[in-house]
T-cell receptor, first 114, second 112 residues
Framework: NAGVTQTPKFQVLKTGQSMTLQCAQDMNHEYMSWYRQDPGMGLRLIHYSVGAGITDQGEVPNGYNVSRSTTEDFPLRLLSAAPSQTSVYFC?????????????FGNGTRLTVT | RKEVEQDPGPFNVPEGATVAFNCTYSNSASQSFFWYRQDCRKEPKLLMSVYSSGNEDGRFTAQLNRASQYISLLIRDSKLSDSATYLCVVNREGAAGNKLTFGGGTRVLVKP
């Protein structure tokens, strides 16, 4: 099993550009989520999904879109990149009833917006 | 006030010593608690869940104090490989499902 796979590992964007961060998991996890991690802020939830076809907003959803057409994939789209979106992004998944199930994280995507 | 707060550290620990640190949470409805470990420039990984009666996993002991709303992590006989950032995670169930909130992390540096 590959676990949670995120691509790309690094990305530099100019302000206003759009891009999609990819996330795929092969553990048949129903719950998937995107976090951003900034110094001193901890991980903050952007969007999450409890199953295919279902998505919902987290703590900091503005400027990001998600979709969940399959159980395996949960891409995160930046619509018009801003310097404030410079961060490290982590995708995570877990089994149903994720409150007591551990989160499995991808390796992260380091995004810089200039 | 942040929902989950941790002392950012760093805690400088001599190899072989014991170190302990806490995490406070503000919402009394929080139901489950975890410690994650994050190495520099890596993804977080689950270290251990925290149970009401306290629990131990090798050199690591986690405790929960619901009355004072904090959890703690104690590391005995510290190894150089224990150097990492330890993230406290608090889960609360609500109408919209589970809500996991991460603390900012406590950095531990174990030195020879």
């Amino acid at each position: 099993n590959a676990g949670v796979t995120q691509t790309p590992k690094f990305q530099v964007l100019k302000t206003g550009q759009s891009m999609t961060l990819q996330c795929a998991q092969d553990m048949n996890h129903e719950y998937m989520s995107w976090y951003r991690q900034d110094p001193g802020m901890g991980l903050r939830l952007i969007h999450y999904s409890v199953g295919a076809g279902i998505t919902d907003q987290g703590e900091v959803p503005n400027g990001y879109n998600v979709s969940r057409s399959t159980t395996e994939d949960f891409p995160l789209r930046l619509l018009s990149a801003a310097p404030s979106q410079t961060s490290v992004y982590f995708c995570a998944s877990s089994r149903p009833g994720q409150g007591n199930s551990p989160l499995h994280f991808g390796n992260g995507t380091r995004l810089t917006v200039t | 006030r942040k929902e989950v707060e941790q002392d950012p550290g760093p805690f400088n620990v001599p190899e072989g010593a014991t170190v302990a640190f806490n995490c406070t949470y503000s919402n009394s409805a929080s139901q489950s608690f975890f410690w994650y470990r994050q190495d520099c420039r890596k993804e977080p990984k689950l270290l251990m869940s925290v149970y009401s009666s306290g629990n131990e996993d090798g050199r690591f002991t986690a405790q929960l104090n619901r009355a004072s709303q904090y959890i703690s992590l104690l590391i005995r006989d510290s190894k150089l490989s224990d150097s990492a950032t330890y993230l406290c995670v608090v889960n609360r169930e609500g109408a919209a499902g589970n809500k996991l909130t991460f603390g900012g992390g406590t950095r531990v540096l174990v030195k020879p």
